[in-house]
């Protein structure tokens, strides 16, 4: 069965302090991979997806299917990061199942 | 332009009534998912459509539960005698079309409170 996992319900790191957000997934099919993103108040959001290989706010993410990880990376946190981060797999050709999210918290 | 809309926000049901919940999907977008969000939990996915075409309803937790989108634009989903559990954010999202690499866009949710 498919599934996401994000082991971290809670993350809390200091500002320009790296921060990794795990994700690991399960899934016989060809995995295909997305990060959403949540802040206060706003939307669920896109932050980015394995396929175009992209960095968007100086977040990346690389999909390994040895390990079926696809953890979120940034080098340097700022106060702004601090959100909730959804990990999502798409299953066949259109719904997602999602992480149950890690919240982020960049400390001043 | 206008992201996708969901209408009410906030839904206050007292258990056994009937409600509705209104999405308005991004003009032109050809796909429309239903998710059901429980506290703490990450999106859950209810149904899926195609244009006017329901492709998925295997996430649908019950028969009390049905969704429609006639048109292919607005769609609305349905809960009959509204229970406890049923209590959470119900999301709506499109996308411009089928297939890979597509972006699904969300609204902001209609958050219902069975009481």
């Known amino acids: 069965a498919q599934r996401v996992t994000q082991p971290e319900k809670l993350l809390s790191v200091f500002k320009g302090a790296p921060v990794e957000l795990k994700c690991n997934y399960s899934?016989?099919?060809?995995?295909?991979l997305f990060w959403y993103v949540q802040y206060s108040r706003q939307r669920l959001q896109l932050l980015l997806r394995?396929?175009s290989r992209e960095s968007i706010k100086g977040f990346t993410a690389d999909l390994n299917k040895g390990e079926t990880s696809f953890h979120l990376k940034k080098p340097f946190a700022q106060e702004e990061d601090s959100a909730m981060y959804y990990c999502?797999?798409?299953?066949?050709?259109?719904?997602?199942?999602f992480g149950k999210g890690t919240k982020l918290t960049v400390n001043p | 332009g206008a992201g996708v809309s969901q209408s009410p926000r906030y839904k206050v049901a007292k258990r056994g009534q009937d409600v509705a919940l209104r999405c308005d999907p991004i003009s032109g977008h050809v796909s429309l998912f239903w998710y059901q969000q429980a506290l703490g939990q990450g999106p859950e996915f209810l149904t899926y459509f195609q244009n006017e075409a329901q492709l998925d309803k295997s996430g649908l937790p019950s028969d009390r539960f049905f969704a429609e989108r006639p048109e292919g634009s607005v769609s609305t989903l349905k809960i009959q005698r509204t229970q406890q559990e049923d209590s959470a954010v119900y999301l709506c999202?499109?996308?411009?079309?089928?297939?890979?690499?597509?972006?699904?866009?969300f609204g902001q949710g209609t958050r219902l409170t069975v009481v």
């Open positions: 999502a797999l798409k299953v066949g050709s259109e719904k997602l199942v």
């Open positions: 899934y016989s099919g060809s995995p295909e």
């Open positions: 394995h396929i």
């Open positions: 999202a499109s996308s411009f079309r089928t297939g890979g690499n597509t972006e699904a866009f």
